[in-house]
C-alpha cells in the first residue's frame, strides 16, 4: 500500500513551506522558514533570492525524508510562490543580481504615475488585464537593470536572466538547466499579452525589458524538469502563483465559482472561463489557470488590509490577546453599536485604488467597547468582501464563496460574512489551499489525477455558512460602511 504523494513548495511571502500531500489531498508533514524581510527605505521592501533558494532546498529537503523514513513514494513535485516579486540573476552563476524587489515595493510608483500621464495605463491594460501599478514585475525590472552597476548592458548581452521567485527555484532545484515560468505568473509581470499568450513586444519597449531575458511561458500543469538538488530527483510538474494556487486547491473550475483567501489581505478570484472580461470597475483581469494550451480567465480583486486590522487591535492597541481571541470578542460585543472601522492603514485596494486614503473608526460613543471596535475590525472584512463581489457584476453575481486562509478559520466572521454579502460560504477541509493547488496541478500532470473531475470529486467543505440576517439589517450595515468609505477617501 503505496499510493503516490505529492511534495508542494509553498514559496510565500513572509515564508517558504514544504507540504506533503496525499492523494486525498491530506496535509502529512510540513516544514516552515520564516524569511527575512528587508526594508531599506520607506516604500521599499526586499528579500535575498540566495535565501529564498536555500530555505526551499531546507524545508523540501526535511518533507522529503519524512517520506523516506515513512517508506512513502513522491511522484511529483509543485511550486506555487508570492506574485510579482522580482528576482534577476546571472546566467551562469545563477548569482542575484541584487536583492529581489518584493511586490509590496512602490519605489516605481514616479515610473507609473509618468506611463499613466502618457495615457499608456489603457494600453496596458488592454494586453495585459492589469494597471499601470508598481505592484507588478516589469517596472521593477527596469529599475534594476537601471541602478545595478552595468546591468543593462550584461542583459543587452543575454547574460542575465528575469523570473519570479517560482521561475528561481525552478532554475536553481534543476541545477540552471530550466527558464521557465507558468502562465499565471506570467500574467502578473506586465509584459505578458494575456490574449495571446506571449511576451508582448510592446510592452517590452514600453517598459525597456530586453526580450531576452524571459522565461519560457508553460501550462501550469507542465514538465519543468527535475529538482535535481533534491533527494530522489522529484519531477516538478505543477507551478502557479499562490491566488490561482488557491483557487485551483478549491476546485473552482466552473465559471462563476470564486474563491476569496483571507490573511494579510483579502484576495478573491473569480473563474470567467474562457472568456477574459474586462473589467469596467479596475478589479484586474489574469490567468487563472492554463491546461493543455486551453486558458481559463479570473477578475480578481485585492484588499489590502484585512488580518492586519486584528493585528493592529492585537499588537498596538491591545485590545485582544491573540487574533483567535477576536472571535469571542465580536460574538460578545452588542450587535448595533453603530461602530465602522475602515482599515485602510496603506490605502484601499480594489475598487478604489486609493493609495492616499487611510483608515478610520466612525461612530463612538461614551458607551463604545473594545468589543465593538473587535467586532468593526472583522465587520470591515465582510464588507471589502462584498464590494470586491458587487464589483465582480461585469461577469454575473456568484452563487457561493469558497473560503480560505488564517483568518477563515474565524466562525463569527465566517457567519457574519454570508449575512452581509448575502452568500452561502464554504469552508473547505484542507485549509492549506495554496500548497494543495500546486500539488493537485503536479499530480494532473503525472496522471495521479486523470483530470479535473477526479480533483473536484476530491474537494470537501467542512463547514457551510448560510446568510440569515435580515435584509433592512444588511441594506443599514452597508450604507454606514459606504459613509464610512466615502469619508476616508483621499
Ligand atoms: P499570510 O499568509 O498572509 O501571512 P495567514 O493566512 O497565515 O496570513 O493569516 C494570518 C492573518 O490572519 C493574520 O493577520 C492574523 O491576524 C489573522 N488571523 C489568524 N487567525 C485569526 C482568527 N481566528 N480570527 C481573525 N483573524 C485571524
Redesign the pocket.
Known amino acids: 500500500m503505496n499510493a503516490p504523494h505529492i511534495l508542494a513548495l509553498d514559496q510565500?511571502?513572509?515564508?517558504t513551506r514544504a507540504i506533503l500531500f496525499d492523494r486525498a489531498g491530506r496535509a502529512l508533514h510540513t516544514a516552515q522558514q520564516e524569511l527575512t524581510q528587508h526594508y531599506p527605505a520607506d516604500g521599499r521592501v526586499e528579500h535575498d533570492a540566495g535565501e529564498i533558494a536555500r530555505s526551499a532546498v531546507k524545508v523540501c529537503n526535511e518533507a522529503l525524508a519524512f517520506a523516506q523514513q515513512k517508506s512513502l513514494t513522491v511522484a511529483a513535485a509543485g511550486i506555487t510562490n508570492q506574485r510579482e516579486t522580482t528576482v534577476v540573476w546571472d546566467k551562469k552563476t545563477g548569482a542575484p543580481i541584487a536583492n529581489a524587489i518584493v511586490w509590496q515595493d512602490r519605489r516605481t510608483a514616479d515610473v507609473c504615475d509618468a506611463l499613466r500621464k502618457r495615457g499608456l495605463e489603457s494600453e496596458i491594460t488592454a494586453r495585459t488585464g492589469l494597471l499601470a501599478d508598481p505592484y507588478f514585475s516589469a517596472t521593477k525590472i527596469a529599475w534594476l537593470l537601471d541602478h545595478v552597476s552595468g546591468a543593462r548592458k550584461r542583459a543587452a548581452a543575454g547574460e542575465l536572466l528575469f523570473g519570479t521567485t517560482d521561475c528561481y527555484l525552478i532554475w536553481h532545484l534543476g541545477g540552471g538547466k530550466v527558464h521557465a515560468t507558468d502562465a499565471t505568473n506570467a500574467s502578473r509581470t506586465s509584459l505578458f499579452n494575456i490574449h495571446t499568450q506571449q511576451w508582448d513586444d510592446a510592452l517590452l519597449e514600453m517598459f525597456q525589458v530586453p526580450r531576452a531575458m524571459l522565461p519560457e511561458v508553460k501550462n501550469c500543469a507542465d514538465d519543468y524538469g527535475s529538482a535535481a538538488l533534491l533527494p530522489g530527483a522529484p519531477a516538478v510538474c505543477g507551478v502557479a502563483g499562490d491566488q490561482q494556487a488557491a483557487a485551483f486547491g478549491q476546485a473552482c473550475f466552473t465559471p462563476g465559482m470564486v474563491k476569496s483567501?483571507?490573511?494579510?489581505?483579502c484576495f478573491a478570484l473569480m473563474n470567467t472561463g474562457a472568456a477574459a472580461v474586462p473589467s469596467t470597475r479596475r478589479l484586474l483581469t489574469t490567468v487563472a489557470c492554463r491546461l493543455g494550451g486551453a486558458v481559463t480567465y479570473a477578475l480578481e480583486g485585492s484588499v489590502f488590509n484585512?488580518?492586519?486590522a486584528?493585528?493592529w487591535l492585537?499588537d498596538n492597541l491591545h485590545l485582544i490577546k491573540s487574533?483567535?481571541a477576536?472571535?469571542a470578542a465580536a460574538r460578545a460585543a452588542d450587535g448595533d453599536s453603530g461602530v465602522v472601522f475602515v482599515p485602510a492603514f496603506t490605502g484601499l485596494g480594489a475598487p478604489h485604488w486609493d493609495a492616499r486614503a487611510r483608515g478610520g473608526i466612525f461612530g463612538l460613543t461614551r458607551a463604545t467597547t473594545a468589543g465593538d471596535i473587535v467586532r468593526a475590525a472583522?465587520e470591515a472584512v465582510c464588507h471589502q468582501t462584498r464590494d470586491l463581489l458587487s464589483a465582480m457584476d461585469d461577469y454575473g453575481a456568484p452563487q457561493s464563496l469558497r473560503v480560505d486562509?488564517?483568518?477563515a478559520?474565524?466562525n463569527w466572521?465566517m457567519q457574519r460574512l454570508a449575512d452581509i454579502a448575502n452568500l452561502k460560504v464554504e469552508r473547505p477541509a484542507v485549509i492549506e489551499t495554496t500548497a494543495l493547488g500546486a500539488a493537485l496541478l503536479a499530480g494532473l500532470h503525472c496522471g495521479v489525477y486523470p483530470d479535473t473531475e477526479a480533483i473536484t470529486a476530491n474537494h470537501r467543505v467542512e463547514k457551510v455558512f448560510t446568510p440569515k440576517m435580515k435584509e433592512s439589517t444588511r441594506a443599514a450595515l452597508l450604507q454606514q460602511w459606504t459613509d464610512a468609505v466615502g469619508r476616508v477617501r483621499s
Open positions: 510565500g511571502t513572509t515564508s483567501t483571507y490573511g494579510t489581505g484585512a488580518g492586519t486584528v493585528q492585537r487574533a483567535a477576536s472571535e472583522l486562509g488564517g483568518m478559520a474565524n466572521l
